[in-house]
């Protein structure tokens, strides 16, 4: 009698834990409900001057969780992509849903970076979320971040020519303008005619070797090609501040101021 209670005690704790088993079971999540819901924003960057930017720069946009006030934000999303052309620009934010929720106040801000120069900032709060959603791409307005630029590089820069000896260069036709390569090449125009040729740097000096021309004649701006010539046969050292070149001559005197300009 004894043996048959201890059998029925085990088969009734063999049955409770199987039970016990099959409900845990159950209660776990499926695969399906682990998965992340994850949503778009599309947003549209865009700045209101006409400049144009120079190769190489980036725009970062972020959506941020500012709820909290004197905390760094919570970025829920972001995306970095390099720019070509002008604006506007359009970039998709992913993010989990679950992430955005009732009371709390979100943003999104945008920067254009050039070389870790900060060139436009978004300076207003952005929330995508307080107004009702469109199939419109939610715009956000970048602002130039200050005027001072970064030094551009002598290389792979189109150099418009601004002044020769002080005086303003006065263009009737085409601008005269030089290029650098990277190879020690060289090329442009002088006003009336095209050159090329080499140059050579060390440090801030600068020298051209003899430079080769086209041989046109024309009724306009050879007074400016002359001078340009000139310019370019004295110069002994250069300077970049910021997109502006300077070439002097041998005594330390400016001959020549140079912009550079962008094109799309």
């Known amino acids: ?36 819901r994850m949503a778009t924003l599309n947003t549209q960057v865009t700045y209101l001057d006409r400049s144009m930017l120079r190769s190489g720069s980036v725009l970062t946009v972020k959506l941020s969780d500012v709820s909290k006030m004197d905390v760094k934000a919570d970025v829920i999303s972001e995306q970095t992509i390099e720019l070509n052309g002008g604006p506007p620009y ?40 307080a107004q009702q959603q469109t199939d419109q791409p939610y715009e ?33 036709t085409k601008e005269p303008f030089i290029q650098f390569k990277a190879d020690g090449t060289t090329h442009g125009f002088l006003g009336c005619n095209n050159f090329t040729g080499s140059y050579e740097i060390s440090e801030q000096a600068l020298t051209f070797n003899p430079l080769a021309s086209t041989q046109k004649m024309c009724t306009e701006q050879m007074d400016v090609e002359s001078t340009m010539s000139a310019v370019l046969d004295t110069a002994a050292e250069f300077a970049i501040k910021g997109e502006t070149l300077t070439m002097k001559d041998a005594a330390g005197e400016v001959t020549a101021t140079f912009q550079a300009t962008y094109f799309n």
Request: aromatic share 6%.
């Open 1 to 36: 009698m004894s043996l048959q209670k201890s059998s029925l005690g085990c088969l009734a704790l063999l049955t409770a834990s199987i039970a016990l088993s099959g409900c845990t079971q159950e209660q776990t999540p499926d695969n399906a409900t682990e998965q992340k």
């Open 90 to 129: 359009d970039v998709s934010l992913q993010y989990e849903q679950s992430k955005i929720k009732a009371g709390h106040r979100y943003s999104v801000s945008a920067r254009i970076e050039n070389q870790g120069q900060l060139l436009y900032i978004s300076t207003t709060n952005n929330d995508p979320f």
């Open 140 to 172: 956000v307005v970048v602002s130039k971040a200050s005027a001072t630029k970064p030094d551009v590089t002598l290389t792979n820069t189109y150099w418009k020519a601004v002044s020769f000896n002080g005086e303003a260069v006065e263009v009737k």
